[in-house]
């Protein structure tokens, strides 16, 4: 008899502790509103996050940050469930990346964009460039496009009309002076600068080796509604949870908008 009472009495400690572990996680997949893991790449996106982070501390949600030197390991670890979401890439990357490798993965707000330039150490305009200098671009599919799309801009090349995320060289159709672009990896540009007449370098190279938009760029994208901003990114099934729009309500304050302006000056901006 006692041993049926023994075990009578494990069984009902045994289904309070399901109960209540049943109460804290919900059926439909919801992430916690007290607690989210989110993935950034270092530098900047890190940064911003971390002031986002202390402002949501204050209401009692804490944000864990796990910081990548990768830019395809915060999509790998958020679509595995490694992380709750990431803060990192454009709309570009992103969409390439759950094209090719499946993700169920999607944006949730903008957060900030980096303007990419031009830089030099030869000329102050790109007017200036003489023909058959080389020009450089990223050569990663998300950011030569944007490269070369720069530089069209600029009046200095012409891409073929409709030109995607897999545009090259080759869909240059009109370079009146003969320029010789170079495609070079994104992070190695700014090392490479007295090599070229003028390089298009992503905005975080270009911090790394101490340039600014503002201040040393000979041509550069918009400041103000940039076409090519970041995103906050969850898995698809929790775009619409309540933790995302409380983070987004962080990330989109005057607080963090503030934060942005005195820290970058002018290389990072808000996207929203």
């Known amino acids: 008899m006692k041993r049926f009472?023994?075990?009578?009495?494990?069984?009902?400690?045994?289904?309070?502790?399901?109960?209540?572990s049943a109460c804290g996680s919900s059926s439909s997949g919801e992430l916690s509103t007290k607690e989210v893991t989110v993935g950034v790449t270092a530098g900047p996106h890190q940064q911003?996050?971390?002031?986002?982070?202390?402002?949501?501390?204050?209401?009692?949600?804490?944000?864990?940050?796990?910081v990548f030197?990768?830019?395809?390991?915060p999509n790998i670890a958020l679509n595995d469930k490694d992380l709750d979401a990431n803060s990192y890439q454009t709309m570009l990357f992103l969409k390439d990346q759950i094209k090719n490798k499946g993700y169920k993965i999607t944006d949730a707000f903008a957060t900030v964009a980096f303007p990419m330039g031009i830089y030099?150490?030869?000329?102050?305009?790109?007017?200036?460039l003489k023909n058959g200098q080389k020009i450089a671009v990223p050569n990663d599919p998300a950011n030569e496009l944007r490269g070369l799309q720069l530089f069209e801009k600029a009046g200095v090349i012409k891409l073929k009309k409709g030109a995607g995320v897999t545009?090259?060289?080759?869909?240059v159709i009109s370079n009146p002076k003969h320029l010789q672009i170079v495609e070079l990896?994104?992070?190695q540009l700014p090392k490479q600068l007295d090599q070229v007449a003028a390089a298009a370098i992503n905005t975080n190279f270009a911090m790394g080796a101490g340039l600014t938009v503002l201040k040393d760029s000979i041509f550069h994208e918009p400041l103000v509604h940039n076409p090519y901003p970041n995103y906050f990114v969850v898995r698809t099934a929790n775009k619409n949870d309540k933790v995302i729009k409380q983070i987004q309500?962080?990330?989109?304050?005057?607080?963090?908008?503030?934060?942005?302006?005195?820290t970058f000056g002018g290389s990072v901006v808000p996207a929203w």
Not at 5 to 20: E, I, P, Q, T
Not at 51 to 64: F, N
Not at 69 to 73: F, G, H
Not at 120 to 128: D, G, T, V
Request: no cysteine.
């Open 5 to 20: 009472a023994k075990a009578l009495s494990a069984l009902l400690v045994l289904s309070l502790v399901f109960a209540l």
């Open 48 to 66: 911003v996050m971390e002031e986002v982070a202390r402002l949501a501390k204050k209401d009692g949600l804490t944000i864990h940050l796990k």
């Open 69 to 73: 030197n990768d830019y395809n390991q």
């Open 120 to 128: 030099s150490k030869s000329i102050k305009k790109l007017s200036e």
């Open 167 to 171: 545009s090259t060289k080759r869909d």
């Open 185 to 187: 990896d994104a992070a």
């Open 249 to 262: 309500k962080y990330y989109h304050s005057a607080d963090v908008k503030a934060y942005i302006k005195k």
